[in-house]
């Protein structure tokens, strides 16, 4: 029984290019959260998808930053014309739903050159 | 605003003795209440959880978590620390009617010593 799985795992990218993070949950569920890490700073919250839904993008910026998560396939976050600031650790989160309770991949580490 | 607090930052133990890592709210309403371990270059694994129920959690790997709603606390313990529990360990708190959003602490990097 596969658990969440990202990849790439380590992701370089040069200033301005797009960088596209890929997310599949565990079997059976639904729900995707991504969370991003940055140096010297938790775990932030950046968007909450059910299949073909954004729920809640409350901690998503403004700008360059989207995330999909569609009928068929894996979870999509985009970051289009990366800058040096988004070298971070990407995390995403399943669940069932309503148990809150969230399975983590083992993250995507982007860096910025 | 809501938050999660977890007081200091790095804790040092010797391997065998107690470890006792703080985590605080802030909200009127109790929330849902986490703890996580994450290792180097690796995910969050779930310790333990409290939704509702007995206030005394047991997780995994000997962890153990009180909810104490006058205390807005949620601690982890461990009666004796083994150097295979060196990581970093972050509270989380999900709040009622927010989507099921995870909020983390800052973490507390645990060092145990032989």
């Known amino acids: 029984n596969a658990g969440v799985m990202q990849n790439p795992r380590h992701l370089v990218r040069r200033r301005g290019q797009e960088a596209r993070l890929r997310c599949s949950p565990m079997?059976?569920?639904?729900?995707v959260y991504w969370y991003r890490q940055l140096p010297e700073e938790g775990l932030k919250f950046m968007v909450y998808?059910?299949?073909?839904?954004?729920?809640?993008e409350s901690g998503m910026p403004k700008e360059r930053f989207s995330a999909e998560f569609p009928k068929e396939g894996p979870s999509i976050l985009r970051i289009q014309q990366v800058v040096r600031g988004d070298s971070a650790a990407y995390f995403c989160?399943?669940?069932?739903?309503?148990?809150?309770?969230?399975?983590f991949g083992p993250g995507t580490r982007l860096t910025v050159t | 605003a809501q938050s999660v607090t977890q007081l200091g930052s790095h804790v040092s133990v010797s391997e065998g003795a107690l470890v006792l890592l703080r985590c605080n709210y802030s909200?009127?309403?109790?929330?849902?209440l986490f703890w996580y371990v994450q290792y180097p270059n690796q995910g969050l694994q779930l310790l333990l959880k409290y939704t509702t129920g007995a206030t005394l959690v047991k997780g995994i790997n000997g962890f153990e978590a009180e909810f104490k709603k006058s205390e807005t606390s949620f601690h982890l313990t461990k009666p004796s620390a083994h150097m295979s529990d060196a990581a970093e360990y972050f509270c989380?708190?999900?709040?009622?009617?927010?989507?099921?959003?995870?909020?983390f602490g800052q973490g507390t990097t645990l060092q145990v010593k032989p």
């Open positions: 909200s009127s309403v109790p929330p849902y």
């Open positions: 989380a708190v999900v709040y009622s009617g927010n989507t099921g959003k995870l909020i």
């Open positions: 079997k059976g569920h639904s729900h």
């Open positions: 989160a399943t669940g069932e739903g309503l148990s809150y309770e969230q399975y």
């Open positions: 998808l059910q299949k073909e839904n954004i729920i809640d």
